[in-house]
């Protein structure tokens, strides 16, 4: 059975940091691109993170930030650890959310993979998220 499990949200002051991660297992993680997202209240879903699969056609496809969060956010995947992880650093309140990994298998560029999002695309596999709320 896939699962993603997401972790390390919780609270941080403006201007702090934190890590998110996404624990995958019940499937082979390196032949889906993966994407973390995130969903404020009353706001449309918002891809911020994406990077490309390990193998296959998206091999070697890089990684990919809106400008919202660009010089900011650094998305990391180890497939050993089966594993994907989200560095945020000068957090905003606007980033306070709820911040989803996702996984896809039929996608071609890792700006598709973010914005997809917008769209209500369905994923893959998703987590059930975790919430990142950032105080001022």
């Known amino acids: 059975q896939p699962q993603l499990v997401e972790s390390g949200g919780g609270s941080v002051q403006t201007g702090g940091s934190t890590r998110l991660s996404c624990v995958t297992s019940?499937?082979?993680?390196?032949?889906?691109?993966v994407g973390w997202f995130r969903q404020a209240p009353g706001k449309e879903r918002e891809g911020v993170s994406c990077?490309?699969?390990?193998?296959?056609?998206?091999?070697?496809?890089?990684?990919y930030y809106p400008d919202s969060v660009k010089g900011r956010f650094t998305i990391l995947r180890d497939d050993a650890k089966n594993t994907v992880y989200l560095q945020m650093n000068n957090l905003k309140p606007e980033d306070t959310a709820l911040y989803y990994c996702?996984?896809?298998?039929?996608?071609?560029?890792?700006?598709?993979?973010?914005?997809?999002?917008?769209?209500?695309?369905?994923?893959?596999?998703w987590g059930q998220g975790t919430q990142v709320t950032v105080s001022s």
């Open positions: 996702a996984v896809e298998r039929n996608v071609d560029t890792v700006q598709k993979m973010c914005a997809l999002a917008a769209a209500g695309y369905e994923y893959d596999y």
């Open positions: 019940g499937f082979s993680i390196g032949s889906y691109a």
């Open positions: 990077i490309s699969a390990s193998r296959g056609n998206m091999a070697h496809g890089g990684v």
